[in-house]
């Protein structure tokens, strides 16, 4: 059973930047793809990014591309969300998840193991 606990969360200004932090326990973290996903209040969760179990492909929704960056360090089992030139849209509670496999895409059902999220509150 993998344990996930995400860190980093906070309160910042547009404009700024806040790097997520992911810790996994368990054996199965440097086999597997991991993502993040995010839920504003009032709205359903969504996919944020995704990265490969060896870090080679990385994957962002839309909105965020050119703002965040997703990396891993599997030395340290963690995984990390880097995110720049923050806006008040991103405001939300970050989730990061261990895919079923070595790639995963956007669809939750693809993850089976989630963290307890971690707050990211964007000032306009």
């Known amino acids: 059973q993998v344990q996930l606990v995400e860190s980093g969360g906070g309160l910042v200004q547009a404009g700024g930047s806040l790097r997520l932090s992911c810790a996994a326990s368990?054996?199965?973290?440097?086999?597997?793809?991991m993502g993040w996903f995010r839920q504003a209040p009032g709205k359903e969760r969504e996919f944020v990014a995704t990265?490969?179990?060896?870090?080679?492909?990385?994957y962002y929704t839309d909105s965020v591309k050119g703002r965040f960056t997703i990396s891993r360090d599997n030395a340290k089992k963690t995984v990390y969300l880097q995110m720049n030139n923050l806006k008040a849209e991103d405001t939300a509670v970050y989730y990061c998840a261990l895919c079923r496999g070595t790639n995963c895409y956007t669809s939750e059902s693809q993850y089976d193991s989630w963290g307890q999220g971690t707050q990211v509150t964007v000032s306009s």
């Open positions: 990265i490969s179990w060896n870090g080679g492909r990385t």
């Open positions: 368990g054996r199965t973290f440097s086999s597997r793809a």
